[in-house]
Protein backbone atom coordinates (compact mmCIF):
# COMPACT_ATOMS: atom_id res chain seq x y z
CA UNK A 1 0.00 0.00 0.00
CA UNK A 2 1.43 3.63 -0.91
CA UNK A 3 1.76 6.21 1.83
CA UNK A 4 -0.94 8.85 1.70
CA UNK A 5 0.20 12.30 1.59
CA UNK A 6 -1.59 15.30 2.62
CA UNK A 7 -2.07 18.43 -0.03
CA UNK A 8 0.65 21.10 1.04
CA UNK A 9 -2.30 23.54 1.28
CA UNK A 10 -3.94 21.26 3.34
CA UNK A 11 -1.15 21.10 5.53
CA UNK A 12 -0.96 24.88 5.87
CA UNK A 13 -4.63 26.13 6.25
CA UNK A 14 -4.50 23.57 9.06
CA UNK A 15 -1.33 25.03 10.89
CA UNK A 16 -2.85 28.50 10.60
CA UNK A 17 -5.96 27.89 11.92
CA UNK A 18 -3.71 25.60 15.10
CA UNK A 19 -1.54 29.28 15.19
CA UNK A 20 -5.17 31.28 15.48
CA UNK A 21 -6.32 29.11 18.31
CA UNK A 22 -3.52 29.15 20.50
CA UNK A 23 -1.99 32.42 19.89
CA UNK A 24 -2.91 34.86 23.04
CA UNK A 25 -5.09 37.62 21.93
CA UNK A 26 -2.55 40.31 23.30
CA UNK A 27 -0.12 38.75 21.01
CA UNK A 28 -2.67 39.59 17.79
CA UNK A 29 -1.89 42.68 15.93
CA UNK A 30 -4.27 45.22 14.98
CA UNK A 31 -2.70 47.97 13.12
CA UNK A 32 -6.38 49.48 11.85
CA UNK A 33 -7.44 50.07 15.86
CA UNK A 34 -7.83 53.36 16.82
CA UNK A 35 -4.45 53.08 19.08
CA UNK A 36 -2.38 52.05 16.38
CA UNK A 37 -4.00 54.14 13.63
CA UNK A 38 -5.12 57.61 14.95
CA UNK A 39 -3.17 60.76 16.45
CA UNK A 40 -4.78 60.30 20.08
CA UNK A 41 -2.72 61.91 22.31
CA UNK A 42 -3.93 65.58 23.39
CA UNK A 43 -6.66 67.25 25.25
CA UNK A 44 -10.38 66.72 24.37
CA UNK A 45 -13.50 69.08 25.88
CA UNK A 46 -17.08 69.43 25.93
CA UNK A 47 -19.88 69.55 28.42
CA UNK A 48 -21.79 66.31 28.83
CA UNK A 49 -25.88 66.19 30.54
CA UNK A 50 -26.27 66.63 33.63
CA UNK A 51 -29.45 65.47 36.12
CA UNK A 52 -29.26 68.35 38.18
CA UNK A 53 -26.94 71.20 37.36
CA UNK A 54 -26.36 73.46 33.51
CA UNK A 55 -23.90 70.80 32.25
CA UNK A 56 -21.03 69.09 33.46
CA UNK A 57 -17.67 70.51 31.43
CA UNK A 58 -15.04 68.17 30.91
CA UNK A 59 -11.47 68.55 29.80
CA UNK A 60 -9.54 65.13 29.22
CA UNK A 61 -5.78 64.84 28.62
CA UNK A 62 -4.68 61.51 26.83
CA UNK A 63 -0.90 61.21 27.13
CA UNK A 64 1.33 58.71 24.69
CA UNK A 65 2.43 56.85 27.93
CA UNK A 66 -1.17 56.49 29.49
CA UNK A 67 -1.25 58.59 31.84
CA UNK A 68 -4.41 61.19 32.12
CA UNK A 69 -5.54 64.26 33.78
CA UNK A 70 -9.55 64.65 34.27
CA UNK A 71 -11.39 67.98 35.19
CA UNK A 72 -14.87 68.48 35.72
CA UNK A 73 -16.60 71.43 36.97
CA UNK A 74 -20.58 70.98 37.50
CA UNK A 75 -21.82 74.44 35.76
CA UNK A 76 -24.56 76.52 37.94
CA UNK A 77 -23.38 74.66 41.27
CA UNK A 78 -19.60 74.85 41.47
CA UNK A 79 -17.04 77.60 40.14
CA UNK A 80 -13.74 75.41 40.36
CA UNK A 81 -12.81 72.01 38.21
CA UNK A 82 -12.22 68.92 40.10
CA UNK A 83 -9.26 67.22 38.64
CA UNK A 84 -8.87 63.49 38.94
CA UNK A 85 -5.34 61.75 37.34
CA UNK A 86 -4.19 58.46 36.58
CA UNK A 87 -3.56 55.85 33.58
CA UNK A 88 -5.98 54.60 31.69
CA UNK A 89 -6.72 51.26 29.96
CA UNK A 90 -7.28 50.14 26.40
CA UNK A 91 -9.46 47.73 25.69
CA UNK A 92 -8.31 44.49 23.87
CA UNK A 93 -9.10 45.77 20.37
CA UNK A 94 -7.69 48.78 20.56
CA UNK A 95 -10.84 50.98 19.89
CA UNK A 96 -11.86 51.92 23.31
CA UNK A 97 -10.43 53.19 26.64
CA UNK A 98 -10.90 52.67 30.21
CA UNK A 99 -10.56 55.44 32.99
CA UNK A 100 -10.40 52.99 36.44
CA UNK A 101 -9.78 56.28 38.68
CA UNK A 102 -13.94 57.66 37.21
CA UNK A 103 -15.65 54.52 38.82
CA UNK A 104 -14.70 53.03 35.48
CA UNK A 105 -15.54 55.94 32.53
CA UNK A 106 -15.65 54.07 29.20
CA UNK A 107 -14.83 56.26 25.80
CA UNK A 108 -14.63 55.19 22.06
CA UNK A 109 -11.65 56.59 20.46
CA UNK A 110 -12.56 58.33 17.14
CA UNK A 111 -10.84 60.73 14.99
CA UNK A 112 -10.33 63.79 17.09
CA UNK A 113 -13.32 62.79 18.79
CA UNK A 114 -14.03 60.73 22.48
CA UNK A 115 -17.52 59.19 22.12
CA UNK A 116 -18.39 58.64 26.55
CA UNK A 117 -20.18 55.23 26.45
CA UNK A 118 -22.63 53.71 28.79
CA UNK A 119 -21.44 51.42 31.62
CA UNK A 120 -21.69 48.50 29.13
CA UNK A 121 -19.55 50.09 27.07
CA UNK A 122 -22.48 50.95 24.48
CA UNK A 123 -22.62 54.07 22.39
CA UNK A 124 -25.11 56.49 24.01
CA UNK A 125 -28.65 56.93 22.19
CA UNK A 126 -31.35 59.46 21.57
CA UNK A 127 -31.55 62.93 21.49
CA UNK A 128 -29.14 63.87 23.84
CA UNK A 129 -26.36 61.57 22.06
CA UNK A 130 -24.23 64.36 20.19
CA UNK A 131 -23.81 65.73 23.66
CA UNK A 132 -21.82 62.57 25.16
CA UNK A 133 -18.84 63.82 22.55
CA UNK A 134 -15.08 65.52 23.96
CA UNK A 135 -13.58 67.41 20.94
CA UNK A 136 -9.94 67.34 20.60
CA UNK A 137 -8.45 70.73 21.35
CA UNK A 138 -6.11 71.70 18.54
CA UNK A 139 -5.43 75.11 20.24
CA UNK A 140 -3.80 73.75 23.16
CA UNK A 141 -1.26 71.16 21.42
CA UNK A 142 0.38 74.41 20.45
CA UNK A 143 0.42 75.93 23.70
CA UNK A 144 1.61 73.09 26.06
CA UNK A 145 5.12 71.60 26.21
CA UNK A 146 6.22 74.78 24.52
CA UNK A 147 8.91 77.48 25.96
CA UNK A 148 7.14 80.88 26.11
CA UNK A 149 9.79 83.64 26.51
CA UNK A 150 8.42 86.89 27.83
CA UNK A 151 8.68 89.80 25.38
CA UNK A 152 6.25 92.34 26.19
CA UNK A 153 4.29 93.34 28.95
CA UNK A 154 1.26 95.71 29.01
CA UNK A 155 2.40 97.09 25.46
CA UNK A 156 5.95 97.73 26.32
CA UNK A 157 9.16 95.50 25.43
CA UNK A 158 10.79 92.98 28.23
CA UNK A 159 14.66 92.61 28.66
CA UNK A 160 16.12 90.76 30.62
CA UNK A 161 17.88 92.44 33.32
CA UNK A 162 21.80 91.74 34.38
CA UNK A 163 21.73 88.89 36.41
CA UNK A 164 18.69 87.47 35.95
CA UNK A 165 16.68 85.13 34.87
CA UNK A 166 14.76 85.25 31.48
CA UNK A 167 10.94 85.33 32.23
CA UNK A 168 9.42 82.67 30.88
CA UNK A 169 6.21 80.43 31.19
CA UNK A 170 6.25 76.38 30.34
CA UNK A 171 2.63 75.10 30.31
CA UNK A 172 2.39 71.12 31.21
CA UNK A 173 -0.16 69.05 29.48
CA UNK A 174 -0.74 66.74 32.57
CA UNK A 175 -1.45 67.52 35.03
CA UNK A 176 -2.27 71.46 34.38
CA UNK A 177 0.19 72.64 35.48
CA UNK A 178 2.23 76.46 34.67
CA UNK A 179 5.75 77.18 35.70
CA UNK A 180 8.37 79.43 34.80
CA UNK A 181 10.46 82.60 35.92
CA UNK A 182 9.76 85.85 36.18
CA UNK A 183 13.44 87.09 35.70
CA UNK A 184 13.92 86.77 39.74
CA UNK A 185 11.67 84.00 41.25
CA UNK A 186 10.83 80.76 40.02
CA UNK A 187 6.63 80.98 39.29
CA UNK A 188 4.42 77.72 39.76
CA UNK A 189 1.14 77.13 39.39
CA UNK A 190 -2.37 75.53 37.63
CA UNK A 191 -4.30 76.76 34.74
CA UNK A 192 -7.76 75.62 33.29
CA UNK A 193 -8.58 76.02 29.64
CA UNK A 194 -12.31 76.72 28.43
CA UNK A 195 -14.22 77.20 25.13
CA UNK A 196 -13.34 80.15 23.43
CA UNK A 197 -9.55 80.63 24.21
CA UNK A 198 -10.81 80.77 28.31
CA UNK A 199 -7.68 80.84 30.33
CA UNK A 200 -7.29 81.13 33.95
CA UNK A 201 -4.48 81.00 36.25
CA UNK A 202 -4.88 78.99 39.69
CA UNK A 203 -3.32 78.71 42.85
CA UNK A 204 -0.07 80.57 41.71
CA UNK A 205 3.01 80.59 43.57
CA UNK A 206 6.70 81.69 43.49
CA UNK A 207 10.05 81.33 45.65
CA UNK A 208 10.82 84.59 48.33
CA UNK A 209 14.05 85.79 46.16
CA UNK A 210 14.41 89.55 46.57
CA UNK A 211 16.49 91.08 43.55
CA UNK A 212 17.79 94.68 43.13
CA UNK A 213 14.79 95.75 39.97
CA UNK A 214 11.41 93.72 40.78
CA UNK A 215 9.35 95.28 37.71
CA UNK A 216 8.81 92.47 35.46
CA UNK A 217 8.14 90.17 37.67
CA UNK A 218 5.51 92.22 39.21
CA UNK A 219 3.90 92.99 36.16
CA UNK A 220 3.64 89.32 35.17
CA UNK A 221 2.12 87.98 38.50
CA UNK A 222 -0.58 90.91 37.70
CA UNK A 223 -0.68 89.64 34.51
CA UNK A 224 -1.30 86.37 35.66
CA UNK A 225 -3.71 87.49 38.08
CA UNK A 226 -5.96 88.84 35.71
CA UNK A 227 -5.76 87.09 32.36
CA UNK A 228 -8.99 85.67 31.19
CA UNK A 229 -8.17 84.47 27.67
CA UNK A 230 -5.57 83.68 25.44
CA UNK A 231 -4.49 84.33 21.62
CA UNK A 232 -1.83 82.08 19.85
CA UNK A 233 -0.87 82.94 16.28
CA UNK A 234 1.87 79.90 15.64
CA UNK A 235 5.00 81.00 17.23
CA UNK A 236 2.86 83.60 19.38
CA UNK A 237 1.05 83.91 22.32
CA UNK A 238 -0.93 86.61 23.88
CA UNK A 239 -2.90 86.89 27.54
CA UNK A 240 -5.57 88.93 27.58
CA UNK A 241 -8.19 90.28 29.78
CA UNK A 242 -11.76 90.65 28.26
CA UNK A 243 -11.05 93.38 25.38
CA UNK A 244 -8.84 95.13 27.28
CA UNK A 245 -5.32 95.85 25.41
CA UNK A 246 -3.16 92.55 25.33
CA UNK A 247 -1.26 91.76 29.03
CA UNK A 248 1.31 89.75 27.91
CA UNK A 249 2.78 88.81 24.41
CA UNK A 250 5.23 85.69 24.78
CA UNK A 251 7.25 84.19 21.69
CA UNK A 252 8.07 80.43 21.49
CA UNK A 253 11.66 78.73 21.64
CA UNK A 254 13.60 76.17 22.59
CA UNK A 255 12.87 74.20 25.44
CA UNK A 256 15.50 74.86 28.23
Not at 99 to 125: C, H, K, M, S, Y
Request: aromatic content about 8%; overall charge positive.
Amino acid sequence: MKPFHFPLSVLLFALAVLACKTAPKSAISRPDSSRESLDWPGTYRGTTPCADCEGIETVLTLLPDRAYTLQRRYRGKETDFREARGTFDWSADGSKITLPGDDGALFLVGENRLFQLDRAGQRITGSLADRYVLTKDQAASGLTERYWKLTELYGKPVTTAPGQKEPHLIFKAAPSRVAGSGGCNNLMGGYQLGPGNRLRFTQMASTMMACPDMTTEDQLRKALETADSYALRGDTLVLNRARMAPLARLVAGAMR
